[in-house]
């Protein structure tokens, strides 16, 4: 029986407050809700006194900005942590480092996850971390300890950060509860979601913190979830194509048709995804390039 799989969109917040976690973590909520971001990018505050890292600060946000700087008046920003470079995330990490002076970490610029490669020009492309973090690379300070884990798949960039204290993570878009993860090609790499889904399974954590939406308590059992969802998308493929040949539009009429049609481009891409890892194993093909317009059909 395949792992069952259960989204919760449920969050108690007040944009611009700030929410107490744990002994270590506080959050704020940025007022940018959307189909992509739920309610909005949930900024986590951790630590407190004179070593305080921000994770995620979020859009370029005036705003926002003010209402981590008020959660954390009298201590020390010391650290930015970014978990990728999506425009949700980390474009706030400047306006913040001008206001405190803290350093930004991340696995590097827009991209970098794929050397060579002409990443989508979507995601922040201004961002460069003062410190690169690579995957096992820890930060430490004496309150608390994180460590970080590159795991591209959503972007090539992404990093999810275990805070070691209290055995949780802050896993970014990576995964999430109350949503799949877009994974978008060119950057976006089905083959890499999957298999840094199958690398968290190796950790022994209680609690997930996503950038958007609740916790996740139940951590292994959702990313097992999450595993065996895509590859039930990729039996919905195998079954359109059983039909004939198919383009990706017409894959995702049927297979998305209790999805509002505004979210079909978005579908597309994550079905593009699934259908360059088929081709990549052999199981399906296309004459010329591969495109979103192109036909495909089983090898």
């Avoid at 010391?78 to 696995?107: F, N, V």
């Avoid at 009429?253 to 990549?280: C, F, N, T, W």
Wanted: aromatic share 8%; with cysteine; net charge negative.
């Amino acid at each position: 029986m395949a792992p069952s799989l259960t989204f919760n969109k449920e969050l108690e917040f007040e944009y611009g407050e700030t929410s107490d976690l744990s002994p270590l973590i506080r959050r704020v909520v940025a007022k940018n809700p959307s189909a992509f971001t739920l309610h909005g990018t949930g900024t986590y505050i951790l630590g407190k006194g004179k070593n305080v890292a921000v994770i995620d600060p979020g859009p370029a946000d005036e705003a926002h900005i003010d209402a981590i700087l008020r959660a954390t008046e009298g201590e020390t920003i010391s650290h930015i942590l970014i978990t990728h470079t999506h425009m949700d995330h980390s474009p706030g990490a400047a306006p913040l480092k001008e206001k405190t002076g803290a350093k930004t970490y991340g696995y590097g610029p827009h991209g970098s996850g794929k050397p060579g490669m002409k990443a989508e020009e979507d995601g922040d492309m201004k961002f460069n971390p003062d410190i690169y973090l690579k995957d096992g690379d820890l930060v430490e300070t004496d309150d608390w300890t994180v460590r970080a884990i590159h795991t591209p798949g959503h972007l090539s960039n992404h990093l999810c950060f275990e805070l070691v204290e209290e055995k949780t993570l802050f896993s970014g878009d990576h995964v999430m509860g109350w949503s799949t993860s877009i994974v978008s090609p060119p950057d976006g790499d089905m083959k890499q979601y999957l298999e840094s889904l199958e690398k968290l399974l190796d950790f022994d954590h209680d609690r997930y913190w996503p950038t958007h939406g609740p916790a996740i308590d139940n951590p292994k059992e959702h990313v097992k979830g999450l595993i065996a969802h895509r590859h039930s998308r990729i039996d919905q493929i195998r079954s359109c194509l059983q039909e004939g040949p198919a383009s990706i539009p017409e894959m995702v009429k049927k297979m998305y048709k209790d999805v509002p049609e505004y979210l079909h481009p978005a579908a597309a891409r994550s079905v593009y995804s699934h259908i360059i890892l088929m081709v990549e194993t052999g199981e399906v093909k296309t004459e010329g390039d591969l495109r979103v317009s192109s036909t495909y059909q089983l090898a």
